[in-house]
């Protein structure tokens, strides 16, 4: 009887009942060689999910009010836009007076000078560790 009704309902030709009967009868005698159709036949007669009550949930549920600040909107432009002036005016080129040769000198000097006790102050750090 389970071959025929198998049969049957590969073809396409069981009603709703001979499936829930076929589904009945591999439950009751399960084999290893019908578990394939078994697992196949409760996928299919399982009860479909009630998609009207997750529509009305969903539905009675009331969106969030968005609150909307507009001050700080106003707020927030006007720090952006001063804040890209600012940085315009301080990134511009400035005029520059020319250095002769010695301020040159003596401002390189005074750069590596600084960079070299900088340099000594940190492995002096470094030996002391």
Same mark, same amino acid.
């Given at each position: 009887?389970i071959n ?5 309902f590969y073809?396409g030709?069981?009603?709703p009942?001979e499936?829930r ?11 290893p060689?019908?578990?394939?159709d078994r697992?196949?036949l ?5 009860p479909?999910?009630?998609f009207s009550?997750?529509?009305?949930k969903?539905?009675a549920?009331?969106p969030r009010r +968005?609150?909307?600040?507009p001050?700080?909107r #106003?707020a %927030?432009?006007?720090?952006?836009l001063l @804040?890209a002036v600012g !940085? ?5 080129p400035?005029?520059q007076?020319e250095?002769t +040769? ?6 390189? #000097?005074? %750069?590596?000078?600084a960079?070299?006790? @900088?340099i000594?102050r !940190?492995?002096?750090?470094?030996n002391?560790?």
């Amino acid at each position: 009887m389970i071959n025929e009704l198998l049969s049957k309902f590969y073809n396409g030709e069981t009603s709703p009942a001979e499936e829930r009967q076929l589904l009945s009868l591999l439950e009751e005698n399960p084999t290893p060689e019908h578990e394939a159709d078994r697992r196949l036949l409760r996928a299919l007669c399982a009860p479909m999910p009630d998609f009207s009550a997750m529509a009305r949930k969903a539905s009675a549920v009331t969106p969030r009010r +968005i609150i909307r600040f507009p001050r700080i909107r #106003i707020a %927030a432009a006007v720090a952006i836009l001063l @804040a890209a002036v600012g !940085s315009f005016l301080l990134k511009s080129p400035q005029p520059q007076e020319e250095l002769t +040769i010695d301020q040159a000198r003596e401002t390189t #000097i005074m %750069a590596l000078t600084a960079y070299n006790d @900088a340099i000594t102050r !940190s492995l002096d750090k470094l030996n002391n560790l």
